[in-house]
């Protein structure tokens, strides 16, 4: 990308990004600040893109790379999600269509029930995707739950007790696993489109 990404990239990242577009034009820097993910919405001949990109020791970039490789295409077939068109795991970068959409978080859009049935259709499209069996989901969830309940917590002692109770006669057996959604960067998801005053 010839550093015109202002050096929110690594040198490797814009190089991969200058491999895959040629020259873009960076035209907003679309991150959250959130850790060191960077989100940036470029320009290339007349499509717009989005590069997300972090560093080496962020393990959530991954994880949203592999969701987008095996559980975004029915979002993309529906026209809300772009599609992932270019990714380097090693690099922590990949680069997706750009889905125009507006973040509502804050807006009066946040309270519209119109939004809101969009987002539980997109949800819908995402959780219908195939699962698969897990034999240590359930074993792992309970340990983590125990060692809430071995730190400090504000828990009382009675609910304490049934909570252990509980964590005890639950056992683990395997579970099918889908999916797990979490809010994003913006630019990234699925985008919903406002019908609210």
């Known amino acids: 990308m010839a550093r015109r990404d202002s050096r929110l990239l690594s040198v490797r990242q ?8 040629g020259d873009p034009v960076m035209l907003a820097d679309l991150s959250w600040g959130q850790l060191d ?3 940036l919405l470029v320009r290339a001949g007349n499509r717009e893109f989005i590069v997300k990109g972090a560093g080496g ?3 959530h970039i991954g994880r949203e790379l592999t969701a987008h490789r095996g ?4 979002l993309v077939a529906a026209g809300l999600a772009g599609r992932l068109l270019h990714w380097h795991r090693q690099a922590s970068l990949w680069l997706l269509e750009y889905q125009p959409g507006t973040l509502v978080e804050g807006t009066a ?12 259709v997109a949800l819908l499209l ?12 359930e074993a792992a969830a309970t340990a983590r739950a125990r060692r809430w309940l071995d730190a400090r917590h504000r828990i009382d002692a009675a609910t304490e007790a049934v909570a252990r109770q509980r964590l005890a006669e639950h056992g683990a057996h395997p579970v099918t696993v889908g999916p797990r959604t979490e809010t994003g960067s913006r630019g990234t998801g699925s985008a919903t489109r406002a019908h609210c005053a």
């Not at 219908?128 to 069996?133: D, Q, S």
């Open 14 to 21: 814009s190089g991969l990004v200058q491999r895959w577009l």
């Open 71 to 74: 559980h975004t295409g029915k």
């Open 57 to 59: 020791a962020n393990q």
């Open 126 to 137: 995402l959780h219908g995707t195939e699962g698969r069996r897990d034999t240590k989901h």
């Open 109 to 120: 859009g946040e309270y519209c029930a119109d939004i809101h049935a969009q987002a539980g």
């Open 37 to 39: 993910t960077k989100v």
